[in-house]
């Protein structure tokens, strides 16, 4: 305590009775005024909330910490709409995903299928393993570098982050834990790039032996070639497991085609293995693997496109039907039992090319179909009605149609088992999933959260660069993959 002066304090002449306090002067000035040591420091309680964690009042702190900060532009950014300026990049959200990885390879593999396997469906623990094929696009001038790739990834973690509330304790398994994404692969040399693969699995007579799995690549040689990866995959799970250069090599070199193609598809419906190919011609051919595993190509093509087969669909519940689509804007159904080897039905669904379909395998009358101007649609094919003379009908009405994409459809698929969920990936760099299910009411505007022309169907946007095509996990809900000029994701 600070020192007074002696002449500050007054002391009373008159003793206190017993039990009496001093009666305080009236006069304050005579009064001597009481410092605290810390009185320096602090001036009042105001000045101690004001001063914040620096010393300095909140505002001022803020204020500067305002004019430092960089300026963020809060207009929403929409992939494949917005530009972004010289020097800057998108990153994901990473809270949005569940799960996230990216995957480089030495050459882009602009096509690619999943495999299924025997780790069980519906698996929601982590880490989550998958297995896959690709087929690489090397240079014109390292063409001899191509390869099939066989390649399980291992070590797919959740994202690290807080958990909503939302999840069941039965997701919270003990074996959901953090750990490094393993890739393995099994090479199979190609001497020709890769336009599309896709694979096929033909069960055993043996139920504990794993299925027998085909691969159909379409080459940038007008060449089909089938592969059994079957010891490729049973490699990954038993180590020490040789691959000899006689498993590596094609089972069969299909050479009906005079240019190359794109349309690839097997039949679900038979399990010895029907393949579909469609070329730059408009040809399609029917390839069926007999008894003794003799591959054998009906040489009579179906014809009737003015285009190139873009892509091609069998029937999931008619072993005998099958859709084309071409860059003459049409789709056509076709009939593996006519003679005459024309459409049974023509419908123009475009004014371009119709460059990719689905085909629903929950609900048989769905078709989705992507189209170089950006659009894609839903069309119910009990609408189709039969064409004569090989011309197209008029388009009825789709079901469901979106522009929300300003470059081509460059892969377009059904989720597995929910018939309301669709998976579109583009040339502006976007892979996005949709839920058709989300119904637009006259009174709804078109725009989602204030944003312009975005439909409330759009469930999601990921940014990809180059991509090309996507995939749904049929045994991992919600899972999708995609691959592109980038790389896999």
């Not at 880490?127 to 063409?143: F, I, M």
């Not at 023509?346 to 609900?363: K, L």
């Not at 045994?475 to 592109?484: D, F, W």
């Amino acid at each position: 305590m600070a020192k007074r002066p002696a002449e500050e304090f007054h002391t009373s002449s008159e003793s206190l009775k017993k039990g009496e306090r001093p009666v305080q002067p009236q006069d304050n000035e005579e009064v001597g005024v009481f410092e605290d040591e810390f009185e320096d420091e602090f001036e009042s309680e105001d000045e101690i909330f004001e001063a914040g964690v620096d010393g300095r009042p909140d505002i001022e702190r803020e204020a500067e910490e305002s004019r430092d900060a960089m300026e963020v532009d809060q207009q929403t950014f929409i992939p494949g709409r917005s530009k972004l300026k010289a020097g800057e990049s998108l990153s994901p959200d990473t809270s949005t995903y569940e799960m996230l990885h990216t995957l480089s390879t030495t050459w882009p593999c602009l096509s690619f299928d999943v495999v299924r396997d025997s780790l069980g469906v519906n698996r929601k623990t982590y880490p989550a393993t998958l297995y896959a094929v690709a087929g690489t696009q090397a240079e014109s001038t390292r063409a001899r570098e191509n390869e099939l790739m066989v390649m399980k990834l291992s070590g797919l973690s959740r994202m690290d982050r807080d958990r909503d509330e939302e999840y069941d304790d039965d997701d919270d398994d003990e074996g959901d834990e953090s750990t490094e994404p393993i890739l393995e692969t099994k090479s199979i040399p190609l001497t020709s790039t890769t336009n599309r693969v896709r694979t096929h699995q033909c069960p055993q007579s043996d139920p504990s032996k794993i299925p027998t799995t085909f691969t159909a690549t379409m080459t940038e040689a007008a060449e089909v070639l089938i592969h059994d990866i079957t010891p490729h995959l049973s490699s990954f799970d038993n180590p020490g497991t040789i691959i000899t250069p006689q498993q590596s090599k094609p089972l069969a070199i299909l050479k009906m085609h005079r240019a190359e193609g794109y349309a690839v598809d097997w039949s679900p419906l038979v399990a010895q293995g029907k393949l579909l190919t469609g070329d730059n011609e408009g040809k399609i051919f029917v390839t069926t693997c007999e008894d003794g595993g003799r591959w054998t190509t009906d040489n009579r093509p179906f014809t009737g496109h003015q285009g190139s087969v873009e892509d091609i669909q069998w029937s999931p519940n008619e072993k005998n039907v099958f859709a084309s689509a071409s860059s003459d804007g049409t789709v056509k159904v076709w009939d593996v039992r006519s003679k005459s080897r024309k459409p049974a039905v023509s419908v123009t669904v475009s004014s371009t090319d119709v460059n990719v379909m689905s085909w629903s395998h929950q609900t048989a009358h769905l078709l989705a179909t992507g189209a170089d101007d950006g659009e894609w649609a839903v069309w119910d094919l009990r609408q189709w009605k039969p064409s004569s003379n090989n011309t197209s009908s008029p388009a009825p009405k789709p079901v469901a149609s979106f522009n929300f994409n300003k470059e081509q459809i460059t892969s377009i698929e059904w989720h597995p088992t929910d018939d309301s969920i669709v998976a579109v990936a583009a040339g502006d760099n976007t892979l996005t999933l949709w839920d058709l299910a989300v119904e637009l009411d006259d009174e709804e505007s078109r725009d989602t959260a204030g944003v312009q022309d975005v439909p409330p169907q759009l469930l999601f946007v990921h940014y990809m660069e180059l991509v090309k095509e996507c995939h749904w996990h049929p045994q991992i809900p919600g899972c999708v993959m995609g691959t592109g000029g980038g790389g896999f994701g």
